[in-house]
């Protein structure tokens, strides 16, 4: 198993996009701000289509005397927003990008004390055919929110707090105005077809293994990239494991939807395949592969499995995209010492549930980054060498193998003393 990537919530904490421009020397605070968002996923343009009604009302009583008025207005949109718009009532709202994201909306009239002014900002955001994961990205004390999703897509949202209500054609999620929007929430969102077949042969060490990827129609990028993953990353897994392809069957990767894989990125089902989330990357593929090493090595212990996975990810990645492996590695040891003092336990008590959610996906993450830790110490201590005859120590052991036989088997095989590691186990 392996955690998803994308948190439950991305922290935008830089944008204050609200922020309004005054002529007059007047402070942000004292105008009044309402934004209506309606966020509609259009599988067959392949986007979600976003409008935003902007009602500014200029209640601030410094432009009163001082004959001040507002005429622009700092608004931030998505990094990948596309084909952005601005209007007002029959007339086009003239902007410009500033920076990262930010946006400047020029009113097409002054807006004086008292005064409101209307205006309409659209934009979109691409998708693939019958999947969608994006962010609702808003802002402001006084926002309301719908999102609109056609019958048939199984969807998920990683906030609560919104009425549904289901139509014959769609599902409509409400967020009423007033809610607190200093986070993003994610939206994934999935309409299932049969399942495409994309196929090819790996030839290892021993025989040649069928790599059959199942994927849903409109994800050939997709599917594309998780064929590509496996073909290279079996050799190099046999290679600097010591040990050839240990299953004696071929390998099926199906994409899967996040209540399949209960929020995990990825499962290894053995004989029953590779489930995969559709959000998920190359890595994670990577990391369900070296699961059929894991188990060949008889581990007994969960973070010997989940530790393994992940530091052989890294050795493959290693070999195809260093600069990825080395941004991999530091963000998990990071993640590691981040999180340490507050959710520090011993690894021979770690255990993960079928699925995940927002209390047990902490601890869940943490237990894999102390796994990871762990393991990547061990590989720096005694070398990939010592690591080849250890792994072929531990699948010659025939039986399972836990915490006393993995230390003996590491210790005779490395001829070092690794007693260091015992402070992440117990
Ligand atoms: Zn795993």
């Not at 999703?149 to 967020?175: K, Q």
């Not at 990810?313 to 080395?326: D, F, G, Q, S």
Request: hydrophobic share 35%; with cysteine.
């Amino acid at each position: 198993m392996k955690l998803q990537f994308n948190k439950k919530c991305l922290i935008l904490a830089l944008i204050i996009s609200l922020a309004c421009m005054p002529i007059a020397t007047a402070g942000y605070n004292d105008v009044g701000i309402e934004v209506s968002s309606a966020y509609k996923v259009v599988p067959e343009s392949e986007n979600v289509h976003v409008t935003k009604q902007i009602i500014f009302t200029n209640t601030d009583p410094s432009t009163t005397y001082k004959r001040g008025y507002y005429s622009t207005f700092n608004h931030y949109l998505p990094q990948n927003a596309k084909n952005v718009k601005a209007y007002d009532v029959g007339k086009r709202v003239v902007f410009q990008k500033v920076e990262e994201g930010y946006h400047v909306f020029q009113y097409n009239r002054r807006v004086w004390y008292g005064e409101s002014y209307t205006f309409y900002v659209e934009y979109e955001l691409d998708i693939n055919r019958n999947s969608a994961v994006f962010y609702i990205l808003e802002n402001g004390e006084n926002t309301e929110v719908t999102l609109e999703v056609p019958a048939g897509f199984d969807t998920h949202l990683a906030r609560n707090g919104y009425e549904l209500e289901e139509m014959e054609y769609s599902s409509i999620y409400r967020f009423q105005r007033g809610m607190d929007w200093s986070s993003s929430c994610l939206v994934n969102t999935v309409r299932h077809t049969e399942h495409l077949i994309l196929s090819d042969v790996a030839h290892l060490q021993e025989r040649d293994v069928r790599i059959e990827i199942r994927y849903w129609e409109g994800e050939e990028v997709w599917a594309q990239q998780m064929l590509d993953t496996a073909l290279i990353s079996l050799p190099i897994l046999e290679e600097t494991w010591g040990m050839p392809y240990p299953a004696s069957y071929d390998i099926t990767i199906t994409q899967a939807n996040l209540t399949e894989t209960g929020g995990y990125g990825g499962f290894n089902k053995g004989r029953a395949g590779i489930w995969m989330l559709h959000t998920s990357s190359s890595e994670i593929l990577i990391h369900e592969l070296a699961h059929y090493w894991t188990r060949a090595c008889n581990f007994d212990q969960l973070w010997m499995d989940e530790g393994y996975a992940d530091l052989y990810t890294y050795i493959v990645l290693n070999e195809t995209n260093p600069e990825k492996a080395v941004e991999r590695r530091d963000r998990f040891l990071q993640k590691y010492e981040d999180f340490r003092d507050e959710y520090d336990f011993p690894l021979s008590e770690w255990n993960i549930p079928e699925s995940l959610d927002a209390s047990s996906g902490v601890r869940v993450d943490f237990g894999y980054k102390k796994a990871f830790a762990l393991a990547y110490e061990l590989y720096v201590d005694i070398g990939l060498e010592n690591m080849k005859y250890s792994n072929q120590a531990f699948a010659a052991s025939g039986t399972p193998v836990d915490e006393d036989a993995f230390m003996d088997i590491i210790s005779t095989s490395s001829g070092s003393d690794i007693t260091s590691i015992k402070s992440y186990i117990y």
